[in-house]
């Protein structure tokens, strides 16, 4: 068997889709794609493109050292997005000729159902409330927020107030049997962190996401964990193990790739397996499309120290082109309970619909992350 053609799809809301076709017909989807960069991380998808072509499929592990290291200059968000979608497209082929779903590849399951959880906004005071009520009546069993809006590096009384009275009013509607995330999403200084972080020991965050910005150094970060009991979470702009090792060293609780942005389904595994060694649980970062979603899950369903999944289904991106608006069967997208039965379809367990897929990439799209400002007119965090 050997790779034949390599396409890519720009498709609403803001995802790159791959395919990567052979000669005896198996067909591979990916999605590699960094939000606000598509069109960048397309070109790199193309660029890469000699290195497989022609190619047997099946030596995933061969392409994923030649796709990364080949290359002089390598890592970052683009290149390891490329990545991703490529090792994701060589999974799903390597499922499919052997008829089995990637994570009996990955040495069978460890669990029959993936816990999920849903996004309910956060950065404005208002609707928090009825935004975790609708969650909840949906079935869902844990709720993540952003903690707050743009944020002065030592914010006032009142800007600390608020954040944790949402944080509060979500805990009340969620009660003590579920779980809540908070997503400091990098807008907040480390000493503001060690400022809100005991505060919300309160509410018994699941965990607290990003609570800096991750290109500051480990030992910041390692401050900001020893300041407070509140399990810490970061990972979804870190590419490689090489780049999580340090944040364990830190002392985080949850490690967060990504399976578009982290190398793939292989990466992800090997993040998994060193986070294991610390004591440390994953929770695969995805608010992007159903290729992206159905890769991370077979992850899941093979990692012993899994914790739960983000998941993008009515995440307000997604306006116009829902989570399954690509696929031929949305039955392995339907959350019972907060839970995700396990796939048995072959390779990714997914069934593109290829027609929808190429119109709505002659539609594209051309989104970019929002830019934010303080009151004064600086930039902020976004």
Known sequence: MKITDIETFLVPPRW?????STDEGVIGWGEPVVEGRAETVQAA????????????PLRIEEHWQVLRRSGFYRGGPVLSSALAGYDQALWDIAGKVRGVPVH????????????????????RPQGIREAVQGQ??????????????????????????GVLARAHEARDVLGPER????????????????????????????????PILPELPADVLKSVVDSSPVPIATGERLYSRWEFKPVLDAGIAVAQPDPSHAGGISELRRIAS???????????HCPLGPISLAASVQVAFATPNFLIQEQSLNLHYNAGSE?????????????????????TGAGLGIEIDEDAVRRAAEIGHAWRSPLWRHEDGSLAEW
């Not at 909840?136 to 002065?152: E, H, L, Q, S, W």
């Not at 809540?180 to 607290?208: N, T, W, Y």
């Not at 060694?277 to 695969?284: D, F, Q, R, V």
Request: hydrophobic share 45%.
């Open 16 to 20: 790159l889709f791959l395919k990567v």
């Open 45 to 56: 998808v193309r660029e890469l493109a000699d290195l497989v072509r022609g190619q047997d």
């Open 104 to 123: 009996e590849l990955l040495g069978g399951p460890v669990r029959d159902r993936v816990r999920v959880y849903s996004w309910v906004g956060g950065d």
């Open 136 to 161: 909840v009546d949906r079935g869902f069993t844990a709720v993540k927020m952003n903690a707050c809006g743009p944020i002065d590096a030592i914010a006032t009384p009142a800007d600390v107030d």
């Open 179 to 210: 779980g809540l995330a908070i997503d400091f999403h990098g807008r907040v200084s480390p000493a503001m962190a060690k400022r809100l972080l005991p505060r919300l020991e309160e509410v018994q965050p699941l965990f607290v996401e990003e």
């Open 274 to 284: 060193l986070a294991e060694i610390y004591g440390a649980s994953i929770a695969p």
């Open 323 to 343: 989570l399954t608006g690509y696929l031929l069967d949305t039955a392995p997208f339907a959350f019972v309970d907060g839970q995700m039965a396990r796939p």
